[in-house]
């Protein structure tokens, strides 16, 4: 249940687009494992990351 909603989350707040770049990959991943600072804290993983 944890990953399904990370992957909603992770989708929602467009870390799911252009797979086919590194970091991309990178992001969707950590996006998808810690929904819970995206969604509850609005941790920007685009500028932590890339």
């Known amino acids: 249940m ?3 909603i990370g992957v909603v ?3 929602t ?3 799911l687009v ?3 770049v590194p970091g991309n990959i990178l992001e ?3 996006a998808i ?3 819970p600072l995206v ?3 609005g941790v920007d ?3 932590l990351i890339a």
Do not use: D, I
């Open 2 to 4: 944890y990953l399904v």
């Open 13 to 15: 707040q467009g870390y």
């Open 28 to 30: 969707g991943l950590a």
């Open 9 to 11: 989350v992770a989708a």
């Open 39 to 41: 969604a509850l804290f």
């Open 45 to 47: 993983l685009h500028n």
């Open 18 to 20: 252009a797979w086919n």
């Open 33 to 35: 494992v810690l929904w």
